[in-house]
C-alpha cells in the first residue's frame, strides 16, 4: 500500500511583503512592489503571540490549515502523479484571501491546492504605517507517493 506524504517548504520558497518573482504569464497580475510591513498578517489564534513569534505562528498555523484540508486527488493517485504546486494569493487589507494563482506539475494537484487555500479563514490583515495592506503570499505544496 502506498503512503501518502505530504511535504511542506515553508522557509526558503514562503513570502511575506517581498516582489514576487515572474514565474509565467499567469502570475504577472500578483507582481507587488516591495512592502516594508510593520506587522505581518496573522490567524486569530497568533493574535495574543508577542510580535517577535508572530511569523512563525503564521507560518505553523498555515502549516496546520494545510495538513488538515490536505487530500490527494483521485486521478493523480491512481496515475502516479507527484509533484509540486506553487501557490500565491494576496492577503487582502480585509483579511480576505484574493487572486489566488497556482502552478504546478498537474492540473489536479493545482485544483486540490486551490481548494486548500479557499478553505482558509479570514485573517488579521498586514500593517504598515498603522493601516491595513494588501500583502502577497507563495507557498509550495509538494504531493509524494511514498
Not at 520558497?13 to 518573482?21: D, R, T
Not at 516591495?34 to 497568533?46: E, G, Q, T
Request: contains cysteine.
Amino acid at each position: 500500500m502506498k503512503k501518502l506524504i505530504l511535504l511542506l517548504l515553508l522557509i526558503p520558497l514562503v513570502s511575506f511583503g517581498q516582489e514576487i518573482q515572474k514565474q509565467n504569464k499567469t502570475f504577472d497580475k500578483l507582481k507587488q512592489t516591495p512592502l516594508n510591513i510593520d506587522d505581518v498578517p496573522m490567524f486569530r489564534s497568533c493574535k495574543n503571540v508577542f510580535k517577535s513569534q508572530r511569523r512563525e505562528c503564521f507560518q505553523n498555523k498555515m502549516t496546520k490549515h494545510i495538513r488538515k484540508h490536505f487530500y490527494y486527488p483521485k486521478y493523480a493517485f491512481n496515475r502516479g502523479i507527484q509533484g509540486r504546486v506553487f501557490v500565491q494569493f494576496i492577503i487582502e487589507k480585509d483579511g480576505s484571501i484574493s487572486e489566488i494563482k497556482t502552478r504546478g506539475a498537474d492540473k489536479s494537484l493545482e485544483k486540490a491546492a486551490l481548494k486548500i487555500i479557499k478553505k482558509l479563514p479570514k485573517l488579521i490583515p498586514g500593517k504598515a504605517n498603522g493601516k491595513p495592506v494588501r500583502v502577497p503570499y507563495s507557498i509550495p505544496i509538494t504531493w509524494k507517493l511514498g
